[in-house]
């Protein structure tokens, strides 16, 4: 699997979005000011952080970073990091939450601020609100990610018992300037939605609760540009479908299978984010292992066909996997390596068992980035598959 087309292209469209190289072009053209300070906050973190520090790391004063997970390379000593929980927050999220709320009102006023904020920022840190508790919050969060809550729904939900989020943390910051860039996971790139609004209070918000500059870096758009690019490069014309798929993940698969079905090119492409409403007894899975094996249970049989769905944050649902990449014969291999059938996993949320038993999982790890989620469809020609 590790040379199919597909991952290629994939591998490229996360590519196009990281976090360093997006930040070093956002602040690479601007003189540096004479003494600034950093935070930075989600999955693209501590990338985002190494992208300011690339091009204005002359005059850096002082940082705080939290992240999901430890990087390779450790940050400048005077970086402070903390790791978040992620998707569920824990009491790591709130720890993570109190060190940005104390190192925001420590900061000298005079001085600016740089705020990088990117997707996964709502679980990662907290500050709770008066009465909030984090059992709350951890029981609110679950019914979201269990009950299909679109992520405009959840992160509203969050900004209501939440101190950080909706702008409080640019309020804490007071007459500093506030610049933030943000790496978009959200639909229509809507920056008062990514991370509960961590970086903007939105349009109502009172002035201080806004940054003085804030400007999306890095969207799904561009990942899905450069999957279409490296497509083309290879000769395949993909069909990008558009606007982004969300809702129900069941009417996302039959959406794109209709699409499929009357595609006048080489393949399709498209991205997005759809929900999953899970059993009270979720097996194994997520929402792109869930329409990935609903694709191959559609095209099951189908010598042509191969598609991958996957998250360009490397993780998906309660798995380490992205996602996976089938055709049509995973199903036939998923049910003689596993004695259920691809309806029956469906049905239990357990899809990423069978897919593991097919041999059909991506596995990237995280990419410490995210935009959202590709899904790219082809019809190979006659002869072994990924002969492109």
């Known amino acids: 699997m590790r040379g199919h087309p597909l991952l290629r292209w994939f591998q490229a469209g996360v590519a196009a979005v990281d976090g360093r190289r997006r930040v070093q072009a956002a602040l690479g053209t601007r003189a540096a000011p004479s003494r600034w300070h950093l935070m930075a906050v989600g999955k693209a973190a501590v990338p985002m952080a190494r992208g300011a520090l690339d091009v204005w790391g002359a005059t850096f004063g002082s940082g705080c970073v939290v992240a999901p997970t430890q990087p390779t390379e450790p940050l400048p000593a005077r970086c402070q990091l ?29 001085e600016p601020v740089l705020l990088l904020v990117s997707g996964g920022a709502s679980a990662l840190a907290e500050v709770l609100a008066p009465g909030a508790t984090l059992q709350q919050l951890q029981a609110l969060t679950a019914a979201g990610l269990s009950g299909g809550w679109d992520i405009a729904t959840l992160n509203a ?18 007459a500093a300037r506030v610049e933030a860039l943000v790496l978009s996971d959200v639909a229509g790139d809507d920056l008062t939605v990514v991370a509960s609004g961590l970086a903007s209070g939105g349009a109502a918000a009172p002035a201080a609760q806004l940054p003085s500059r804030l400007t999306c870096v890095g969207t799904l758009d561009d990942a899905l ?87 360009t944050d490397g993780v998906d649902g309660n798995t380490p996997d992205a996602g996976a ?3 049509g014969q995973t199903v036939r291999r998923g049910e003689l ?43 190979l020609p006659a002869g072994p598959e990924g002969s492109r």
């Open 82 to 110: 903390y790791l978040g929980a992620h998707p569920l927050p824990d009491a790591r999220s709130l720890q993570a939450g109190a060190a940005l709320w104390a190192f925001a009102a420590a900061l000298p006023p005079q």
């Open 157 to 174: 939900q969050r900004r209501a018992v939440s101190l950080l989020k909706g702008g409080g943390l640019v309020a804490r910051l007071g």
């Open 225 to 311: 540009n450069a999957v279409q690019q490296a497509a083309a490069a290879a000769g395949v014309r993909l069909q990008r479908l558009p606007g982004r798929y969300t809702g129900d993940v069941e009417a996302v698969a039959v959406a794109c299978l209709a699409a499929w079905r009357t595609l006048p090119g080489d393949g399709l492409l498209w991205g997005g984010e759809p929900t999953v409403q899970l059993p009270p007894m979720p097996g194994r899975g997520g929402r792109n292992q869930h329409l990935a094996l609903r694709a191959a249970l559609a095209m099951a049989g189908d010598t042509r066909a191969s598609w991958l769905v996957a998250g």
């Open 325 to 327: 990449l089938v055709d």
């Open 337 to 379: 390596g596993l004695g259920v059938t691809a309806a029956q996993a469906l049905a239990a949320a357990d899809s990423g068992t069978f897919l593991e038993a097919a041999g059909a999982l991506v596995h990237t790890g995280p990419t410490d980035t995210n935009v959202g989620d590709i899904l790219i469809a082809l019809r």
